[in-house]
């Protein structure tokens, strides 16, 4: 009877491990699920939400250039799909140069007023323009859509304005930098300056989301690596290693993938005020660039004529 009786137990002890193994397995089963259920619609929550991620536009434009004291033109152009966008065009006394300005994602023209009073100081001309979408301009927002509308802006600078191309300057910051990179791949500026600008739209996802598989899901491009290989003209880098939003690493690879002649200009300051805050350093390098440009054009003139 012992003998039946501690079988008995034995027995009963492997059911309840048994049973606790089943349940930790349901437990975590369940808990599988649950993050797989939660993934997944955090994926399709980051997918269909990448377009307010991406553009953040805003309409009203209260304030102009007059705020500053500076004379400018009201530019309406159309695009090649029949949108109607919106531009100041800044000019500078004498000046040999003009800056096609590619704003960023956020706001519109208008917060670009302290960069447009920069390129007067300096003594260049600024065409500046609002995205579809942006400011005044007619539209949504789209990839294909802003590189519509750089070459429209394009355009307009040298068919309307009669801007000889070699003296523009295809000048971008952040998703503005991959824009005129683009622009520079397809035209033939004098040159083309990028300030704090990702290599790709999947590299910033995979620095934001490293959880995700962002290449698969991407609903934009913005290949601004790929782009400046195919860019034949003077190219320069400006970059802050203190850069909150686009690392600094993605700067020297722009930098390593540009063709020569190149310039890097490290600043500091966070990415939306480095150019204020490293004001000095700043100013310095575009002197120092425009001063090359000038040098390079005269020396390119020369040669024409002795041949």
């Known amino acids: 009877m012992r003998t039946g009786r501690l079988e008995s137990e034995a027995c009963e002890r492997t059911k309840l491990r048994l049973f606790s193994w089943s349940k930790m397995v349901s437990v975590l089963v369940s808990i599988f699920v649950v993050v797989l259920v939660g993934y997944g619609c955090w994926a399709v929550i980051l997918y269909y939400m990448q377009p307010v991620f991406m553009y953040g536009p805003v309409r009203d434009v209260p304030y102009t250039p007059e705020e500053l004291g500076l004379d400018y033109e009201e530019v309406t152009f159309t695009t090649g799909d029949r949108l109607k966008l919106k531009g100041w065009y800044i000019p500078a006394e004498n000046a040999e140069f003009t800056v096609l300005f590619c704003h960023g994602n956020g706001g519109n023209m208008m917060h670009r007023l302290d960069s447009i009073n920069i390129f007067h100081e300096l003594g260049v001309n600024c065409f500046i323009f609002d995205y579809r979408g942006y400011g005044n301009s007619e539209g949504r927002p789209s990839e294909n859509g802003t590189y519509l509308d750089a070459r429209a802006a394009w355009r307009w600078l040298t068919k309307k304005k009669g801007t000889a191309r070699e003296s523009i300057i295809l ?4 998703m503005g930098g991959s824009i005129a990179a683009y622009l520079a791949s397809k035209v033939r500026p004098g040159a083309l300056v990028m300030e704090s600008v990702f290599t790709s739209y999947v590299d910033m996802g995979k620095k934001f989301y490293p959880y995700m598989p962002v290449r698969w899901f991407a609903r934009f491009s913005y290949p ?36 020569e002649p190149k310039e890097f ?21 575009w002197m120092k660039w425009l001063k090359f440009l000038k040098e390079s054009s005269a020396s390119q003139v020369a040669q024409r004529q002795s041949s």
């Open 171 to 174: 000048f971008g910051r952040s």
């Open 224 to 259: 601004t690596a790929e782009y400046i290989k195919k860019v034949h003209c003077p190219v320069m880098v400006i970059h802050s290693r203190a850069d909150e939003i686009v690392p600094f690493e993605f700067g020297l690879e722009l930098y390593e993938a540009a063709g």
């Open 265 to 285: 200009v490290e600043i500091q300051g966070g990415h939306n005020d480095g150019f204020l805050i490293s004001s000095e350093t700043y100013r310095k390098a």
